[in-house]
């Protein structure tokens, strides 16, 4: 006990004598936060991990300058209330603890947020306010209960890695895509059955990690991406295995005919159609679900017949690996499905 106190003290003349801004009070058996803390106004860092510090004392308040707070293994409940005075943090780590709620309020205000580390927690939601953290690089939420994201998270477009491995999410928002500097995204043991369309968006992204899901395929394009590294073992991605087709007459309803004449028309900058198209924001809606087709590149409505071809991760990604990953796409037609040079394989239904 003696040899704790004198250890505290000893960091505590540290901080008084030097011009030192930081104070590392890190595995010195910590209940409480030591009051002289607060004292520091000029602290930019604080370690704190590896104690049993179960809450923050309000008096905290007093580091303005606070950039870096690490109080990762410790024994809080909750985000603690005080850190919503801290606006200077720039990171912030409470990994290892056993908080199971992330305020709105306190989550919210910290603005200048680049780092945010919640691994190994007990968190099932992040609040919409996460959406707030507009300088936010890199989130990590490995090993919690998360299951969904918000769509505000759409609203991170500093966000450059995302850490969502071990959780319990069944899907991602397709919002994650409008993080357009994300290069590093970790979705590693969720139970994601798909990956939304459209992640061709993230052209920065290298390093895809969505081991250990229940993923079919990939989305339409996602050979497009610029990807260094990708893991998908343990998913259930569709072999290939050719099967007998059975030949349906292709009879197109009348909504589809009439739907792909208008998305047609839409495409000319002086079509009638085109120009009138803004005055029936109903029929808007009802052609923002079309799709193209991946081998004529013609509009339709519904999604006339899904296919899958298997990308080479070494020859068509120019990766390492030499694996072979199906990937989603959407056809218009059986002649589309039949026409020469084209490998697309029709997925099979049991
Ligand atoms: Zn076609």
Redesign the pocket.
Known sequence: MAYRSLTIRGAKARALNGKRTSLNLNSKKLNSVPEFVSRFPNLSALLLCNNSITVLPTQLQSLQQLVELNLGNNALKEVPVVLSRLESLRKLYLYSNNIDVVPPDVIGRLRNLVVLNLNHNNIQRLPPEIGRLRKLQHLSVLDNKLEELPDEIGYLTELSEINLTFNELSWLPQQLYQCRELKTLHAARNRLTSLPEGITALSKLRVLDVAGNMLSMFPVGFHLLPLNELYCEGNGLVQCKPVPLLHNTEILSLKELVGRFVLLEDRKKFSLIHLILPLYPDLRNLLASSSC??????P?LTTWLECVHFISLKKDMNMRSLLTVPVRAL???Y??FRSDGRSYYGVATK
């Open positions: 087709c991946s081998v004529c590149q013609g339709f056809l218009c037609s002649s589309c």
